[in-house]
């Protein structure tokens, strides 16, 4: 199936081949799959099956021991993680990362500076102050990150995301943790970005959110794609059921 994507005239990004071992466990082996301008991509599997692998490739976080990563047509496989994002690759950490000694304004701001369209003082701040009414934390640029609740701080280290005023969106399990209120807000959040036009990948267990958002899947298995398509085709495939419930000859 996706030797058909592979034809796509114009991706976003695509991925062909990429491989990466651990020692004698190779973690994500011989993957491909592209994504469109405008479209959210869910990677899915099962735990242990290569996704944030995949995402740490894309991003620049480790290296590729074969394949190639081309975003906009330019191969930007291997390239470090600063890089990319200057080049409009920005994500998310399965373990939010935002800076907790700092006011969520600082946070922010941190990401301006490294990002496709770089800011700095009053145009930074104003732009920090933007990207966090974007995200649902407007108002409280002076707090520091330490009083955020679990969902705020997935929502601010969304905020360092969007200052890096990416091309390309990797979330990885960005839902994951949520109650169902926060859970409901963080869908409502991810539908309102791909409404302005923003490409996602994401990473998510949340099948629920996954069918809300995704315009097509990736099902990863032992780190092969093993089945893509429309969230509700792929949910229903023998072999992406089987791999959930571990099966070995999925
Ligand atoms: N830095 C590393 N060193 C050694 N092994 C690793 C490393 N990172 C990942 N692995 C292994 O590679 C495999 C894929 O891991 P990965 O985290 O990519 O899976 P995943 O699909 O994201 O899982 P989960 O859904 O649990 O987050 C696992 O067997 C994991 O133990």
């Known amino acids: ?142 707090q520091p990150a330490s009083v955020l609740t679990y969902g705020d701080q997935k929502r601010l280290e969304l905020a360092r995301a969007l200052a890096l005023s990416p091309r390309l969106l990797l979330l990885d399990e960005w839902l994951a943790g949520l109650n169902p209120t926060e859970l409901r807000g963080g869908i409502d959040l991810i539908a309102s970005l791909r409404d302005e036009g923003c490409t996602v990948l994401m990473v998510e267990h949340v099948m629920d959110a996954i069918r809300a958002l995704a315009d097509r899947c990736v099902v990863m298995n032992a780190g092969r794609s093993i089945a893509e398509g429309p969230p509700a085709e792929v949910l229903a495939e023998r072999a992406v059921i089987q791999a959930y419930l571990g099966e070995d000859d999925a």
């Open 1 to 142: 199936m996706s030797a058909a994507l592979g034809t796509d005239p114009s991706p976003l990004l695509r991925v062909e081949g990429l491989r990466r071992a651990f020692g004698g466990l190779v973690a994500v082996d011989g993957l491909s799959f592209s994504i469109r301008p405008g479209e959210i991509l869910g990677l899915l599997g099962p735990n242990g099956s290569g996704k944030t692998t995949a995402l740490n490739l894309i991003s620049g976080v480790l290296a590729p021991d074969a394949g190639r990563v081309v975003l906009e047509g330019r191969e930007v496989a291997g390239l470090p993680a600063h890089r990319l994002s200057r080049l409009g690759i920005a994500r998310t950490f399965q373990l939010v990362r935002v800076l907790p000694g700092l006011s969520l304004e600082e946070n922010v701001v941190a990401g301006l500076a490294f990002g496709r369209d770089p800011a700095w003082g009053t145009e930074a701040r104003a732009r920090a102050a933007a990207l966090l009414e974007r995200v649902g934390l407007g108002g409280r640029a002076a």
